[in-house]
């Protein structure tokens, strides 16, 4: 079963803009990672963000994470016709890269 | 490293036959994964190896799939007989810690 959910399953805004995406996941977790797919292609590794962090940082992307609600947030600044894909998150429960469970992503589509 | 590596990219195959996806992991990892992805079902997680010791197969759909890791630089997931709603992009994915590294992914077609 999907552990993470993404929303909203897909986002369009213009270049320049911020996006925004959030994901919710059910148990608890040591950690949740978010992963980028452009179209035909393998999923790539972003971030990782720590259980017991709340925010963190890279380039023009920001994650946090909010363990009482079960959700975390990726937010890229400054939009790029280049980030065009589906962003992934994925949680691990286990002690290491113990099967990762993803959701089913949003689909972020940047206009130029 | 060039990364992990699947082989066939594409493959599309008639249904009942036995079809064969190959891995090649990208060498010092020690977790290999097996990933289905379609549109319905977002990115399932079938099997996953550490060690080359299958650790958790629950994700295998039915006994037609089946997964090996003869040793640490290789991989396969067999589907036998394969039937139409088994095609999907399949991933192989490898970890050394906490960050997955995903192959190209094959794309399977089952007519």
């Known amino acids: 079963s999907q552990q993470g959910e993404e929303d909203p399953q897909a986002l369009s805004i213009q270049e320049g803009e911020n996006a925004t995406m959030n994901c919710s996941y059910k148990t608890s977790i040591n950690n949740l990672q978010w992963y980028r797919q452009n179209s035909g292609r393998g999923l790539v590794h972003l971030i990782l963000?720590?259980?017991?962090?709340r925010e963190k940082h890279s380039g023009r992307l920001r994650v946090t994470l909010d363990t009482s609600k079960k959700s975390s947030s990726l937010l890229i600044t400054a939009s790029r016709a280049a980030d065009t894909a589906s962003y992934f998150c994925a949680t691990d429960s286990g002690g290491g890269a113990d099967g990762l469970t993803f959701g089913k992503g949003t689909h972020l589509i940047i206009q130029p | 490293d060039a990364g992990v590596i699947q082989s066939p990219r594409h493959e599309v195959t008639e249904m009942g036959q036995e079809v064969t996806l190959r891995c090649k992991p990208i060498?010092?990892?020690?977790?290999l994964f097996w990933y289905r992805q379609t549109m319905m079902r977002g990115l399932e997680l079938l099997i996953y190896f550490n060690n080359n010791v299958p650790i958790d197969d629950s994700g295998m759909p039915e006994d037609r799939f089946s997964a090996k890791m003869p040793n640490a630089s290789f991989s396969t997931l067999k589907i036998q007989p394969s039937e139409p709603r088994d095609s999907a992009v399949y991933f192989c994915?490898?970890?050394?810690?906490?960050?997955?590294?995903f192959g190209q992914g094959t794309r399977l077609t089952v007519v």
């Open positions: 994915a490898s970890s050394r810690r906490r960050e997955a590294f």
């Open positions: 963000i720590r259980s017991n962090e």
């Open positions: 060498s010092g990892h020690d977790y």
